[in-house]
């Protein structure tokens, strides 16, 4: 079975400090990809950053970037000078290609604090 | 529209009636997808469409679920003689196409309160 894992429930960061939110998952397949969504109190979920497998290379945006390790199956995303608008819910996803649903972890919330 | 449309915002009900909620995704987009959000958990896939089809419907919590989606646009969610169990934030989602590297695109989602 598929499987995403968010071990941290809740997480707290001071405003312009960096955290690191942890994922792992599990899977049998080599090609997939993983995702980072956050979904403020809106409820609207919000693709942050995106990994595929294929590549070694870590992926960036902005201020977030992923440290992405195949082997160890874990997608841990590092939120650098954190902002207040960064407050959320952080939920790690899992998409094998050719199959058509995310499997998402229970998510992390992250609180910053001024 | 410029992003996912779901209606209404809020729904709340009594016990055993049907309900029925709407999603609009972005145009263009062949592929749409309902999750359930319950409390405190992660999202829990339900069914996707491509197009008007609906490939896989084995998410679907019962068969007092269902879902349709007319014009390879609209989708709409039905669930008859809601429970309590029932209560959670259903979200729609959207993509170009049902692939891995095409990344979903979701609404602000229906919280749905049974009473």
């Known amino acids: 079975a598929q499987t995403v894992t968010q071990s941290q429930p809740e997480m707290s960061v001071q405003e312009a400090e960096t955290v690191t939110l942890s994922c792992t998952y599990d899977?049998?397949?080599?090609?997939?990809?993983l995702f980072w969504y956050k979904q403020p109190p809106s409820r609207q979920m919000i693709l942050v950053i995106r990994?595929?497998?294929?590549?070694?290379q870590n992926a960036t945006e902005n201020r977030f970037s992923v440290n992405f390790q195949k082997a160890a199956k874990s997608f841990s995303l590092k939120i650098s000078d954190s902002q207040l608008g960064d407050a959320a819910m952080y939920f790690c996803?899992?998409?094998?290609?050719?199959?058509?649903?995310?499997?998402f972890g229970t998510g992390t919330r992250l609180k910053v604090l001024a | 529209g410029a992003g996912v449309s779901q209606s209404p915002s809020n729904k709340v009900t009594e016990k055993g009636k049907d309900v029925e909620l709407r999603c609009d995704p972005i145009?263009?987009?062949?592929?749409l997808y309902w999750y359930r959000q319950s409390l405190g958990q992660g999202l829990e896939f339900l069914i996707y469409?491509?197009?008007?089809?609906?490939?896989?419907k084995s998410g679907l919590p019962s068969d007092r679920f269902s879902a349709e989606r007319t014009g390879g646009s609209v989708s709409t969610l039905t669930i008859q003689r809601t429970q309590q169990e029932d209560s959670a934030v259903y979200l729609c989602?959207?993509?170009?196409?049902?692939?891995?590297?095409?990344?979903?695109?979701f609404g602000d989602g229906t919280r749905l309160s049974i009473l």
């Open positions: 990994q595929e497998a294929y590549k070694q």
């Open positions: 996803a899992f998409d094998t290609s050719g199959t058509y649903k995310y499997i």
């Open positions: 989602a959207s993509s170009f196409f049902p692939r891995g590297d095409q990344p979903q695109h």
């Open positions: 469409f491509q197009g008007n089809s609906a490939p896989d």
């Open positions: 899977t049998s397949e080599s090609d997939y990809y």
């Open positions: 145009s263009g987009h062949t592929a």
